[in-house]
T-cell receptor, first 113, second 113 residues
Framework: AQSVTQPDIHITVSEGASLELRCNYS??????LFWYVQSPGQGLQLLLK??????LVQGIKGFEAEFKRSQSSFNLRKPSVHWSDAAEYFC???????????FGTGTRLTVIP | NAGVTQTPKFRVLKTGQSMTLLCAQD?????MYWYRQDPGMGLRLIHY???????AKGEVPDGYNVSRLKKQNFLLGLESAAPSQTSVYFC????????????FGPGTRLTVT
């Protein structure tokens, strides 16, 4: 069955530290992959997306993600976290040609001074 | 541009009552979606539409109906609300499927008592 897994429910990092949020997918073929961010009380905003080509993709707000086919992973990274990055982060996958965007369960990021 | 707007922002219903959630987008997008977000479960697709006059079922369609009479509007109806439908509902729209970003509204928090 198709699925997107985010193994970390909650992560706490210090401001200025690096960040990596994990995402694994289970699909027959490589799907389109996305990372969205949700600030408290807000809708979701797209951070970045991967369709094909270069496996390292750059997004907004200084985020990047690396697609690793061998590990079925699409991990989100940021070299230096800011207090404003505190939010919930969702990985999502869209099987090519389908209309159903599957979301992971999300990772809540807390940033401490 | 307002983007994607949702009405109402909050609502409390009693079991068995009915209501309609309105989603409007001003980006001339073909595709529109309704999701529900529950703690620990991420977002799940309820119904979607690939164009005016069309609707299709998503992952969790039971207990909901939708209509897309105008391209810019997508209505989600609950005919007989149940406590299990307590959730936060998000509407989204996109130019097309797959590679195109979905733009999300701010959400409607619904409580069914």
């Amino acid at each position: 069955a198709q699925s997107v897994t985010q193994p970390d429910i909650h992560i706490t990092v210090s401001e200025g530290a690096s960040l990596e949020l994990r995402c694994n997918y289970s699909y027959g073929a490589t799907p389109y992959l996305f990372w969205y961010v949700q600030s408290p009380g807000q809708g979701l905003q797209l951070l970045l997306k991967y369709f094909s080509g270069d496996t390292l993709v750059q997004g907004i707000k200084g985020f990047e993600a690396e697609f690793k086919r061998s590990q079925s992973s699409f991990n989100l990274r940021k070299p230096s976290v800011h207090w404003s990055d505190a939010a919930e982060y969702f990985c999502a996958a869209d099987q090519t040609g389908a209309n159903n965007l599957f979301f992971g369960t999300g990772t809540r990021l807390t940033v401490i001074p | 541009n307002a983007g994607v707007t949702q009405t109402p922002k909050f609502r409390v219903l009693k079991t068995g009552q009915s209501m309609t959630l309105l989603c409007a987008q001003d980006m001339n997008h073909e595709y529109m979606y309704w999701y529900r977000q529950d703690p620990g479960m991420g977002l799940r697709l309820i119904h979607y539409s690939v164009g005016e006059g069309t609707t299709a079922k998503g992952e969790v369609p039971d207990g909901y109906n939708v209509s897309r009479l105008k391209k810019q509007n997508f209505l989600l109806g609950l005919e007989s609300a149940a406590p299990s439908q307590t959730s936060v509902y998000f509407c989204a729209s996109s130019r097309h499927q797959g590679t195109y970003e979905q733009y999300f509204g701010p959400g409607t928090r619904l409580t069914v008592t």
